[in-house]
């Protein structure tokens, strides 16, 4: 079945639509033009900010002008991120959907439900003629996905509305009041190199079929880094024997968790079994650790692999015990709200080549001050070793409003229209909320959206059945938007 015969089709054509456009984050081009398109081509207000940031204004419909405005909120790029031995061009193709059950996905890649949804739900309210809405002004961001650019540098004059409906939220039960702000550490150092000892054996270890998933939402998970789990192999296999390691490479996104690593060792012949029982050891003891998490985590070995240089032992240590002090997963769960995680840090990637040892990772929290001090934890982790860091990408949290007015008609609602209560929350993620108030003060926000699944993996879907649900509240909410 194609997804464009799926109902509601005005929304899923829109998506099908948008999927046909390479999105990737810092390279939306394409879809910013699709989008300046869209709206020229429905006769609306239409225009861009210095950012390119889309905007997209049309009128309220007869008999709703006395209406409060409503900024619809999304953004246009996407993560970009496949399986290995998927084969896919991300700049020329478009994501290929499959329809499985009641979840649309992809073949081997993210599918941009996130945050494409939200982008073709908005997209469908401006091309209908029958929808009952207030004044809306579209906002579709750029860049979310790698630093929110698109939000940080919004030109606020450009949107009169009221209200603020953001479309990023990703479990249908859910309305988002709040969310947590986040950082970037960046580090680098150049580290010493030396030959390869002469008849060196190349090994190369590798990590697949780990869960991955959102570094914000699914960071309580109790799934496996890639990162760490190499390092854990490395660290074993030295206390117990010597070899040399040439490169690894390990995760792809910041805001990822790690998926896939791969290093490159050179042992000395006599040495190659115990090196390859050593790892298997820890490969052994990984698996049982993870083995009702991560029920497709390989780890393999092979013996190929090349590089004229490796780090010096001294180097070699150096590097395993910073990948091993450096904090990684929650650091303080909220006291205030039950299941929610305040503070976290995902160590999102490791190259390490040529001289070069470089990392990435995000730190997230809801409260500044301990969004500080795991970032201070990141930073201290590498410079005592003096690796250089810089951290950068600093954007606030959103601090929930209780007394919200479309907070409290929304919840009464959802109550009414599904017979039970929804779930009113803070999520640790990156929502755009928490920036566009500062550039929008005393806009009255709130997020919600479909159920999507594993967002920023090549394993994300979007429930069919949710998107209806989704769709119908949407409608409702747009005709019971409170008065001027």
Sequence with gaps: MSVRNLEPKELWNHFADLNAVPRPSKKEERVIQF?????????????????????????????????????????????????????????????EMIVDGDWVRANGTTLGADNGIGVATIMAVLASSEIKHPAIEAMFTIDEETGMTGAMQLDGSNFDGQILLNLDTEDDDELSIGCAGGIDSNTKYQYEQTAVEAGSVYLTISIRGLLGGHSGMDIDKGRGNANKLMNRILYHVLSLEKFQLISIDGGSLRNAIPR????????????????????????????????????????????????????????????????????????????????????????????????????????????????????????SSFEVAGMSVVQTGDYPGWQPNPNSEILNLM???????????????????????????????????ISFGPNIRAAHSPDEKVQISSVQKFWGFFLEVLDQTPKK
């Design 260 to 379: 896939e690593s791969t290093a490159v060792i050179a042992v000395a012949k006599d040495d190659k079994v115990a090196v390859v029982k050593a790892i298997e050891e820890m490969a052994a003891t990984l698996k049982e650790e993870y083995i009702s998490i991560e029920k497709a985590l390989s780890i393999q070995i092979s013996e190929e692999g090349e590089g004229a240089t490796a780090l010096t032992q001294d180097e070699l240590i150096k590097v395993l015990n910073v990948l091993y002090a450096v904090p990684n997963g929650v650091f303080r769960m909220s006291p205030d709200i039950e299941g929610l995680v305040e503070t976290s840090s995902s160590l999102a990637r490791v190259i390490l080549k040529d001289g070069s040892f470089v990392t990435q990772s995000l730190q997230r929290s809801s409260v500044e001050s301990t969004k500080s001090d795991v970032a201070n934890a990141i930073r």
């Design 411 to 445: 919840h009464q609602m959802y109550v009414k229209r599904f017979n039970e209560e929804p779930q009113i929350k803070a999520c640790h993620a990156g929502l755009e909320c928490g920036i566009l108030g500062k550039h929008l003060p005393g806009v009255d926000m």
């Design 35 to 95: 989008m300046i398109d869209f709206g020229k081509s429905l006769g609306l207000e239409t225009k861009t900010d210095a950012i390119q940031n889309v905007i997209i204004k049309k009128p309220a419909s007869p008999g709703m002008e006395d209406r409060k405005t409503v900024i619809l909120q999304s953004h246009l790029d996407m993560v970009h991120q496949k399986n290995s031995d998927t084969i896919f061009d991300f700049d020329t193709q478009g994501i």
